[in-house]
């Protein structure tokens, strides 16, 4: 007989044993009791609530490393720069299935120039101009990019990426421009000016999160916190916000061949959890799978009391 026609297990009387329920008790166990267990153990094996990073907490802790991202946006060598849509249109830059490029198809969306959205036009809102602006505005690309690299390199071979040991060279006014870049996000006026969307309530982060993605220390803080996706599984999560212990299958593909070592594993890991969620949802709808719990009765060992009776 089929499940669809057969009788309704639910309208059966119950011919099994019977025993009283305490609903007061099962109540005062499941809210007191419970609940004081959750605030104890949370008290113990709680996870750390860090404060955000902030473009200003990065200026304070790692000034080397912040000089040379902002050498890197103005030189356009940052991965920012170089990322592809939707912030530029980077060649071969996007990831791709085969023919199938959705990253191309969905075109720059949110155009980013890191010269200038990150470094140029914040220096640009102070109200004391800097006369290193108008030096580089009014200079060729190619002298930009010439300045730009020279300073990444010549920071690259000074002691700890010091600025203040960097040898003189050719650089133009790209240290006085990182320089006064650095004192402005460590007076905290750059989380501001970047985040600023002309709206009352902003809740873009992108370009501050681009530009600290740019950087050393944002992934330094990742990986010392072990979340940097080599671990998967439940793991303990800073902050609010739901972490990786939702994302392990995700987080699995990484780890194993072909995604592991494939420039377009983003892509492939998203086209596989695509098929995977497609097949769960039609679950219900493929023969002989949706048979799989008829055929293998585990709820008959579960519910053995009520099948005894029959």
Do not use: C
């Not at 198809?105 to 101009?129: E, M, Y």
């Not at 020279?150 to 040898?167: E, H, T």
């Not at 993605?213 to 739901?242: C, I, K, R």
Request: no cysteine.
């Amino acid at each position: 007989m089929s499940w669809r026609t057969g009788d309704n297990i639910a309208s059966r009387p119950w011919r099994g044993r019977v025993r009283d329920y305490d609903l007061f008790k099962e109540l005062t166990i499941g809210v007191v009791v419970v609940g004081l267990l959750v605030l104890g153990l949370s008290a113990i094996f709680s996870s750390p609530d860090d404060p955000g990073v902030t473009l200003k907490s990065w200026a304070a802790a790692a000034p080397a490393d912040f000089v040379a991202t902002a050498t890197a946006e103005l030189g356009g060598s940052s991965g920012t720069a170089g990322y592809g849509p939707p912030y530029n249109s980077t060649p071969d830059a996007s990831q791709h299935l085969g023919f199938f490029n959705p990253q191309e198809l969905s075109g720059v969306r949110l155009a980013i120039d890191t010269a200038n959205d990150f470094v140029i036009n914040p220096l640009k809102t102070q109200s004391t101009q800097l006369p290193a602006v108008a030096v580089w505005t009014a200079a060729t690309a190619d002298q930009q990019a010439k300045w730009a690299a020279n300073y990444s390199a010549a920071l690259a071979a000074a002691p700890d990426g010091d600025p203040a040991q960097v040898a003189k060279g050719s650089y133009g006014p790209v240290p006085e421009l990182a320089g006064a870049l650095l004192g402005m996000a460590r007076s905290g006026n750059l989380d501001g000016v970047l985040q600023n969307s002309g709206q009352p309530y902003n809740l873009n982060y992108t370009p501050t999160i681009l530009f600290l993605g740019d950087g050393s220390y944002f992934p330094s803080l990742a990986a010392a916190a072990h979340l940097t996706g080599d671990q998967w599984g439940v793991m303990n999560e800073t902050g609010n916000t739901p972490g990786q212990s939702w994302l392990w299958l995700f987080s699995l593909f990484y780890q194993i061949e072909p995604f592991k070592s494939s420039p377009n594993a983003d892509i492939l890991v998203v086209s596989t959890m695509l098929v995977l969620s497609l097949l769960l949802t039609l679950l219900p709808f493929i023969p002989g799978l949706r048979s799989l719990p008829r055929k293998i009765p585990i709820h008959r060992l579960i519910w053995k009391d009520y099948y005894g009776q029959r």
